[in-house]
């Protein structure tokens, strides 16, 4: 996907310094502690976040709602979070040791979110744009981190109706973390083109399968990362913000993949919410598996071309546009590849050698129904082309949801 070719990096220390591998816990080498300064391999423990709309079933317009479904259960507040928009809400997983325990987080929060929506007689749908709600008329959350985020950003913080996913990655060593951050970039693009789940926006077929990214790409700090030489950068940029007032801490860094300044991890934020449990499952399972193969080449002295922003965002902008539909650039080869045929490499080249390791084989070869049959946003599209009514594609996302 990079190059064909890994390239060799500095040798950490002789090879009697180097760690022993691993047991049979763990598809990795353990640190060894002779070596006065052992990197240590990441746990790759998961995490979830995703973002839901909530639906009046009559309408199918979004409703404002959020904070009186959590006045009805109270109890449920440390897993289910209010959002900026009363029309939005989130859920978080618990810490999951392998995709297979995602996929099981997921179907319980999901289930636990619609059967207190439906109480209300409400619904809830997983995608990136609701086809037709109209931000101007959605209202804002009462509470003060978002009425802080409306004062400092003014009109963009009420056409910020937008849904995505969250993918953490449990990385400890900080310094391969950004290692990870600076190679994972360049896949970006590839991660998002499987989750494209926003092709309308206000009522309009916008022509896009990522519509969100570009709404979002309309406030600070968003986007592909600037690669970082180290975390000592990351933490010195992160207080220059914080002592001059733009930010009251990592949390408004809303970069498509973050050091998260609460855990030890890697937080993809590239994707769309996926309408289906199995494509979000997917897109974990790839994840991880990136930052297995990393760790690995790491460990024998190896990394991937590190491409400039440019290049990155040519690729992003292109997956936005036309999705699994479109070349993206080999910026190995220099030249426009098919983007299925991409992501087939991403598979069966990049990541196939740690999969069986990681057992999330089934997970993350689901991405081949994926490429087969086409993301959200083309069963939406298809759904629309058919019938010609933005309600019938809101009835789709509910049930696929």
């Known amino acids: 996907p990079a190059s064909r070719r890994p390239i060799r990096i500095r040798a950490a220390g002789p090879a009697e310094h180097r760690p022993e591998h691993g047991s049979a816990h763990s598809p990795f080498p353990t640190p060894d502690t002779r070596h006065p300064t052992p990197m ?10 995703e973002e839901y709309q909530i639906i009046d079933p009559e309408t199918r317009e979004l409703r404002s709602y959020i904070t ?54 409400l619904r809830i749908a997983a ?4 086809p037709f709600s ?46 990870a951050l600076n190679v994972s970039r360049y896949l970006l693009p590839h991660v998002l083109a499987l989750s494209t789940s926003s092709p309308f926006w206000q009522g309009r077929r916008t022509g896009l399968k990522s519509y969100r990214s570009i709404i979002f790409r309309n406030f600070p700090r968003t986007g592909i990362p600037p690669v970082l030489q180290s975390y000592g950068e990351y933490e010195n940029m992160l207080e220059t913000l914080v002592r001059t007032r733009s930010v009251p801490d ?52 190896m990394t991937f ?20 539909d479109g070349p993206l650039i080999d910026f190995g080869k220099q030249r426009e590849v098919d983007a299925r045929a991409l992501l087939r490499e991403v598979i069966e080249w990049f990541v196939d050698d740690v999969v069986d390791d990681l057992g999330s084989r089934r997970e993350v070869e689901y991405a081949y129904r994926i490429l ?25 996302l509910i049930a696929e949801t």
């Open 127 to 130: 995608a990136g744009t609701h």
């Open 250 to 301: 990592g949390s408004k860094i809303w970069w498509d993949v973050r050091p998260p300044h609460l855990y030890p991890t890697l937080e993809f934020r590239v994707c769309d919410v996926c309408t289906r449990v199995d494509e979000a499952v997917c897109i974990v399972a790839l994840l991880q598996a990136i930052i297995a193969k990393l760790w690995k080449l790491r460990y024998d002295n």
């Open 372 to 396: 087969e049959h086409g993301t959200s946003a083309d069963r939406q599209i298809a759904t629309y082309e058919r019938t010609g009514d933005l309600k019938a594609v809101v009835d789709q």
């Open 40 to 49: 240590k391999p990441p746990s790759l423990t998961l995490g979830i976040e």
């Open 134 to 179: 109209c931000w101007t008329k959605q209202s804002i959350t009462p509470l003060e981190r978002y009425m802080g985020v409306q004062k400092d950003l003014a009109e963009l913080a009420q056409q910020l109706l937008i849904f995505g996913t969250h993918v953490h990655v449990g990385i400890e060593d900080r310094e391969f973390l950004i290692d």
């Open 305 to 324: 071309r590190v491409y400039p922003l440019t290049m990155i965002e040519e690729n992003k902008w292109r997956v936005v546009r036309y999705g699994l």
């Open 68 to 121: 009186e479904i959590l006045k009805e259960d109270s109890l449920v507040l440390a897993e289910v979070k209010p959002e900026l928009h009363q029309s939005m809400v989130e859920v978080g997983s618990r810490v999951c040791p392998t995709p297979a325990d995602v996929r099981a987080e997921l179907v319980r929060l999901r289930g636990m979110v619609m059967d207190i929506a439906a109480r209300s007689g």
